[in-house]
């Protein structure tokens, strides 16, 4: 059965474009068509420029009839959180903070998408500042999750998550603070990849957590996250943090390498909280391995249960340090009725931040300051050094390591809004993997009952993002989860 | 108030030439129109990072190794947090607890007892040197500010020195020898009116004899040279004649006005901030090797008070010629390649302490600009010393030289300057001087052999200044001693 | 260990954000939640451990000394919610 456009893959829509099967223009015209059909619904999008996606397809049809074809990725349409910055384009970061922001400059992964062809498509909604798990956060309203639209899609990259999972993008850009990429895709039913920290460059991507950082592709296949990687990895010199390293060919490497693996489970990671049904997908997945030849060990990540509280601490550091740039000075949101500078600062941030992003704020100026900070920011650095050094003493036995990506299902919209401890608890999976600086990848390994997507999170060896596509898509090509779609059209559309 | 003595530090801020920013590749700057020296980076837009700029890194090495510090094998960055209109990020990208460069030293000299006598020499000891980056420039308008970002993330480092200053003269002293070693090394220009160097002091007061120091009082915005002697003098008598009238020194930051000779409290110690200081995220540490600093030390000019040391000595000068020299390096070598050439070093000293200097006063050239260069003065002196034109006709040629760029023999021959009147009408012209003049001719024959030169002057002028002042004295007393 | 006692009210003037009274007595308790949960970390043996600061850490990460174009004023200036002459409007700075 053939897919709809809109729900092909980046692989699939390559080759007809290049046979000439369809043009970029009617891709594009495809996409916008189905993104107002369900948005109204999804509202994974803060907002998209539909002339000048069509222009940018139109240029790109005409360096195909000319032989001038920019690769693989050229006339696809890919949709930006709305932290990446496009010149010309609003940067918001879902902030009243940025409500009126147009960026002058590119970043670098949107120079790179640029160069080989890739259409920018739209600003995707997040949790303001990229801080939450459930794209609730948004000061321009939250997203809702394409398989039940009462619920939320994970956060905090939920629009972009959501928007490949309704069909309004062939793929899109997140970025993952905290499992940023990797909840998302989880609870949307799509694969997301968040790579080495350092593998990206972060130039142009809005400041949460600087040392945590890292820009991702969301995909439906695991061949389209390769064929992602393939455009955006590599050295930059405007990212000081950013590794020189040889790149492979992802996606040419994908096939080569067929294993079997040696795959470790973390029993930190199969503990209280864990929904039945999601330990059961996972269960399976690694039956599935099993059954391939793949030797699996059980591991131990013994500091994982300092994950969440030293992630708190320093992403609530860096960003309390990133976000005092977003005064009402220079751009940005300015109080209409401040007396004097003081005044200025104090109203603008108060009436242009929400209330996530202030608590954040507070926290991380509290653990900075005078006479706390050797307690709480210098301790949770070395703990930190501690958690990495978990994960490396594991990948002396092993390649790769199998978890859940999140606890529990999509969960209920309002659900976790009042309780932020509850909330951070969502990204207890994921965060080690940012604070260890390694690539983690969340693929869908089965639904619910009630039809909600799992997903199994595989955590690579730093830079290992080659043997950890391939681990991956070998389970994919046994599998058909990532196949299904969300029918949209039958539900009701959420408030 | 004899039984008190004064105890002050410095913190100088010393931009780093260099033609991009510490953090960004957009140009640096001064008096350009506002706002024109900024980029994404510089204005800190969301998403943007810094990247370090290895020129500045290499200057303040190379600051530490002039400045006898210890240099830092390992070094990082740290974000100092605090919010002002002029600091784009609202932190500031410096070095807190791993500065680059640690102790070290600034060689100075107080005032002499006179203009022409050497001052003591002492040596400041430094505390650290390191680096950062230089904040916007806010102007104050008359019911708001206007900010312009030019200024913002240029190179800029932070000079501390021990609390070891006892005057405004010493912190004067300070200023003006670091001033001469930045320029030197080729680090900056250190032009205060510029904002190339800025300066704030620490000042305090204690009891002759007492150990511990006394509650300090930080003076901001020393900006000019004058000002800090000045401000530094005024904070002084202000704490003496406040201890004196029964009142306490409150810890605090003052504000000096220049302009005003005064100064006024910005804020006490209660309310000091916290500035939140932490590793900055976005940059990594450096490590600076042997290697680097060999390469940097190579680079090393010889110190300004050794090589006014070295003068003096080898070249016999005094040290009045060399305190014009010395304090700019350009001049200094200029001498000094000029008195090689024409193995004449006094009167290279002289020609360009006095006529040289006021040469390029008067077309406002700098030293390097000047069409004179130390081969056309030595071949000048040279000439003078072989009697080939007078010392008139050497002003002259040297004024010539100033607007052509030609070389002294080239001028002589066009302008026809040699002394060389013939024989013949030099014996006239000697017996001419002599038979008008006899008052100086009985003094000369009663044996007073200085009044000769009375002869002189009228052959000279009857010359036009052609006379070779060397034949004229041997012509005059061959005739004399008919 | 119980966590120590937040002081709203400075934290919120550190960071320069006004906090309503409600805002304050929520986040007071909510921080002291999250607290009392990173709490836990105290029990961590890290004596002779170094602090992470950066990942995967490398040395020396700098540009040459060679300028490049920036933007325009009007670039520069595109966002500013206040300008005059070129520049980004305040109200009076005093200090």
Not at chain 1, 221 to 236: K, M, P, Q, W
Not at chain 2, 35 to 41: S, Y
Not at chain 2, 162 to 181: G, H, I, N, R, Y
Not at chain 3, 41 to 55: N, R, S
């Amino acid at each position: 059965m053939s897919e709809p456009l809109h729900y092909k893959s980046v692989a699939e829509l390559s080759s007809e474009l290049s046979s000439k099967k369809i043009s970029s223009v009617e891709l594009t015209q495809a996409v916008i068509a189905r993104t107002k059909a369900v948005d109204a619904k999804v509202r994974a999008f803060n907002s998209f420029d539909e002339a000048d996606a069509l222009a940018q397809a139109k240029a790109s049809d005409e360096r195909r009839s000319s032989a001038k074809t920019l690769g693989v990725l050229d006339g696809i349409p890919i949709g930006f959180k709305d932290v990446i910055s496009v010149k010309g384009q609003p940067l918001t970061a879902s902030s009243n903070m940025l409500k009126n922001f147009v960026s002058p400059y590119d970043a670098t992964v949107t120079q790179k998408l640029k160069g080989v062809g890739a259409i920018s498509w739209g600003r995707l909604n997040l949790d303001e500042f990229a801080m939450g798990s459930s794209t609730e956060n948004s000061a321009f309203g939250q997203t809702h999750n394409p398989w039940d639209l009462e619920r939320v899609p994970g956060g905090s990259s939920g629009g972009s998550a959501a928007a490949l999972a309704a069909g309004e993008a062939p793929a899109t850009l997140g970025s993952d603070t905290g499992g940023s990429i990797r909840q998302p895709a989880a609870l949307c039913g799509v694969v997301g990849l968040k790579p080495t920290y350092g593998l990206i460059s972060r130039y142009g991507l809005i400041a949460f957590a600087s040392s945590l950082d890292q820009i991702g592709p969301f995909t439906r296949t695991v061949e389209d996250s390769a064929i992602l990687l393939n455009a955006i990895a590599g050295h930059d010199p405007m990212d000081s943090t950013s590794f020189k390293t040889e790149i492979p060919d992802y996606r040419a490497e994908l096939k080569k390498r067929k294993g079997p693996w040696k795959l470790g489970i973390p029993k930190e990671y199969f503990g209280e909280g864990l929904d039945p049904e999601v330990t059961k997908a996972v269960e399976d997945a690694v039956s599935f391995y099993k059954s391939k030849g793949c030797e699996i060990k059980e591991i131990s990540l013994p500091h994982t249960k300092y994950a969440v509280g030293v992630y708190y601490i320093i992403a609530t550091a860096e960003c309390s340090s990133n976000l005092a740039r977003y005064d009402g000075v220079r751009y940005g949101h300015r109080s209409k009725d401040a007396n004097d500078i003081l005044d200025l600062y104090f109203k603008s941030r108060a009436e242009g931040f929400g209330a996530e992003v202030k608590r954040r704020i507070i926290l991380g100026t509290y653990v900075l300051s005078s006479g706390y900070q050797d307690a709480y920011y210098v301790r949770a650095q070395k703990v930190r050094t501690l958690i990495r050094r978990d994960f490396l003493e594991a990948y002396k036995d092993v390649d790769a390591v199998i978890t859940p990506t999140s606890p529990t299902p999509a969960f209920k919209a309002g659900e976790k809004a009042a309780n932020p401890l509850a909330m951070y608890l969502c990204d207890v999976y994921t965060i080690g993997v940012n604070l260890a600086g390694l690539p983690g990848l969340s693929i869908p390994c089965g639904y619910s009952k009630s039809g909600l997507p799992i997903g199994l999170q595989l955590i690579g060896k730093p830079y290992g993002e080659s043997e950890l596509l391939s681990i991956a898509h070998s389970y994919e090509q046994e599998h058909t989860w990532g196949t299904r779609h969300p029918n949209i059209e039958a539900q009701k559309g959420a408030l | 108030m004899n039984d008190y003595e004064v105890v002050i530090g410095l913190e100088v801020h010393v931009q780093v030439k260099a033609n991009s920013k510490m953090f960004t590749r957009v140009k640096t700057g001064f008096g350009h129109p506002e706002n024109t020296l900024t980029d994404p980076v510089v204005l800190a837009l969301p998403g943007v990072l810094p990247v370090m700029n290895h020129a500045a890194l290499d200057a303040i090495i190379k600051s530490g190794l002039l400045l006898s510090c210890d240099i830092a094998p390992y070094c990082k960055w740290d974000r100092k947090n605090y919010f002002y209109p002029d600091s784009p990020k609202n932190y500031q990208i410096t070095q807190y607890d791993k500065p680059i460069c640690l102790r070290g030293n600034v060689e100075i000299e107080l005032p002499g007892s006179a203009r022409n006598v050497m001052g003591e020499h002492k040596l400041i000891p430094l505390t650290r040197i390191h680096l950062e980056e230089d904040v916007g420039k806010l102007n104050h308008a008359a019911f708001d500010s206007l900010i312009d970002y030019n200024r913002a993330g240029t190179p800029l480092m932070e000079i501390v020195t021990d609390p070891a200053m006892q005057s405004a003269d010493e912190a004067f002293a300070f200023l003006t020898a670091l001033k001469t070693v930045m320029v030197y090394g080729g680090i900056s220009d250190c032009d205060m009116e510029k904002g190339q160097m800025r300066c704030d002091a620490n000042i305090s007061i204690r009891p002759k004899g007492q150990e511990q120091l006394g509650t300090k009082v930080e003076l901001k915005n020393l900006n000019s040279i004058s000002y800090v002697r000045d401000g530094i003098s005024h904070e002084i008598l202000r704490q003496l004649s406040l201890v004196k009238s029964g009142g306490k020194i409150v810890q605090e930051t003052r504000d000096y006005d220049g302009q005003t000779g005064t100064s006024q409290s910005l804020r006490t110690k209660e309310d000091a901030h916290d500035y939140r200081y932490f590793p900055d995220p976005d940059l990594m540490p450096v490590k600076v090797d042997e290697a680097w600093k060999a390469r940097l030390k190579a680079e090393c000019p010889e110190m300004p008070f050794d090589k006014q040391r070295r003068f003096m000595k080898e070249y016999d000068i005094p040290y009045t010629i060399t305190s014009v020299l010395i304090p700019d390096k350009s001049l200094s070598d200029y001498f000094e390649a000029t008195a090689k050439l024409c193995g004449q070093a006094h009167a290279a000293g002289n020609w360009i302490a006095n006529d040289l200097l006021r040469e390029i006063g008067k077309s406002g050239e700098s030293i390097d600009q000047c069409k004179i260069k130390p081969n056309h003065l030595a071949a000048l002196i040279k000439l003078i010393t072989a009697g080939t034109i007078s010392t008139t006709a050497a002003r002259e040629v040297f004024s010539e030289m100033a607007s052509t760029g030609e070389l002294p023999e080239k001028i002589v021959e066009r302008k026809g300057l040699t002394a060389s009147a013939s024989s013949d009408d030099l014996e006239t012209w000697c017996k001419d001087s002599i038979a008008s003049d006899p008052k100086a001719l009985a003094e000369f024959k009663a044996g007073k052999d200085s009044a000769i030169n009375a002869f002189k002057g009228p052959v000279m002028k009857a010359a036009k200044g052609k006379a070779n002042p060397k034949l004229v004295d041997e012509t005059l007393r061959r005739l004399l001693a008919l | 260990m119980s966590a120590d006692k937040i002081d709203i009210n400075h934290l919120a003037k550190l960071a320069r954000i006004n906090l309503t009274e409600q805002e304050k007595e929520r986040f007071a308790a909510q921080l002291g939640d999250v607290l009392n949960y990173i709490a836990e970390l105290k029990e961590v043996d890290v004596t002779g451990i170094e602090p992470t600061a950066h990942a995967s850490p490398v040395y020396n990460v700098w540009a040459e000394d060679i300028a490049k174009p920036g933007l325009s004023v009007t670039e520069a200036l595109q966002n500013a919610p206040a300008q005059r002459d070129n520049m980004i409007v305040v109200p009076k700075v005093v200090e």
